[in-house]
């Protein structure tokens, strides 16, 4: 194509979902040879906001009517919608434009939730090439993108080796507790930086105060995700529920140990092409996830990912660290 292709690529929220669509954007901008627009929230732009895929950031919520009228003024040739509820196919609607949809594949993921049958046995970030398959783009392979502002600077000495310990979720079954993630602590020597949004900072200050250890240092509340994120590049090891900030980890080569209980990697969201070291710590209950977003578990009120065995969590990590 000779022409450049005017791309509109629609994914509200959240985190780990708006992160796992680099891979697609960098393939359409490549293969199809695109200027990419992306429309998100507001609260999520940050995200995108150095990578280099994306030619403009439009944000939907509070005067959403005038990023409407911005957006049909854009003339683009396509949509392809990765959200796929009733805002994105308000926008469409607005846009009138040919439009490829992410299929969310509920009725598969009700299946394995409540039978066990899994027929889904691929990752999201397929899910998201197949919506684009017609137009012919296929996966380059290559993995996550997450691009860091040169100017970024945490003060915290990134010239050692440490572990990241992302002890946030968005529910808290999807949580380990402070009496696990401790116990581990106490065992370690290496550094440990704790990370999370400011709903984390009571949980990170539990820990800090139930550890002996002086090489735990709380970061919850205080970082940007870019900040976040450059905690977790030049970390040594990166430990992480389920959640945003473990598909950010994939992106970068550190070996990633991420923990599963209500929500299971047959879901399609764990972390992608990360290092060849990294490893799933999955609680043994059940094979099949507990709910959906891991809002709700059918074992244990707090959540089934609490009977995690903290010497499981620290032997990993001195074998992976060895």
Avoid at 3 to 27: A, E, F, H, M, Y
Avoid at 249 to 263: D, K, L, V
């Amino acid at each position: 194509m000779s022409n450049k292709l005017k791309i509109l690529v629609i994914r509200l929220s959240s985190i780990g979902d708006i992160v796992l669509t680099t891979p697609l954007i960098r393939c359409l901008k490549q293969q199809a040879n695109a200027e990419i627009d992306y429309l998100t929230k507001r609260r999520y732009k940050d995200l995108l906001i150095s990578n280099p895929n994306i030619r403009e950031i439009f944000c939907l919520g509070e005067g959403s009517k005038n990023t409407l009228e911005i957006l049909r003024k854009k003339e683009y040739d396509l949509v392809v919608d990765l959200q796929n509820n009733f805002r994105s196919l308000k926008v469409r609607l607005s846009l009138g434009l040919k439009s490829y949809v992410f299929s969310k594949e509920n009725f598969k993921r009700y299946l394995l939730i409540y039978f066990g049958v899994d027929l889904l046995k691929n990752h999201i970030v397929d899910r998201y090439f197949k919506t684009v398959e017609q137009f012919g783009i296929k996966n380059d392979n290559q993995g996550i993108d997450y691009f860091l502002n040169k100017d970024l600077n945490v003060e915290f000495n990134i010239n050692q080796d440490y572990i990241a310990w992302n002890i946030g979720a968005a529910h808290e079954p999807k949580k380990l507790s402070v009496t696990q993630i401790s116990a581990v602590i106490n065992q370690l020597d290496i550094p440990v930086v704790l990370i999370g949004g400011i709903t984390e900072k009571k949980m990170s200050d539990k820990i800090i105060s139930t550890t002996h250890s002086s090489n735990v240092y709380d970061f919850c509340g205080d970082l940007s995700f870019e900040e976040s994120a450059y905690l977790i590049k030049n970390s040594k090891m990166v430990l992480t529920n389920d959640t945003g900030m473990m598909h950010i980890a994939s992106a970068f080569n550190s070996p990633i140990i991420s923990f599963w209980g209500c929500t299971k990697p047959s879901l399609g969201f764990h972390p992608y092409m990360p290092n060849e070291k990294s490893e799933h710590i999955i609680i043994n209950l059940s094979k099949r996830p507990c709910s959906k977003y891991g809002k709700s578990c059918r074992f244990f009120e707090k959540g089934c990912i609490k009977k995690i065995n903290s010497s499981e969590i620290y032997n990993t990590i001195i074998r992976l660290l060895k």
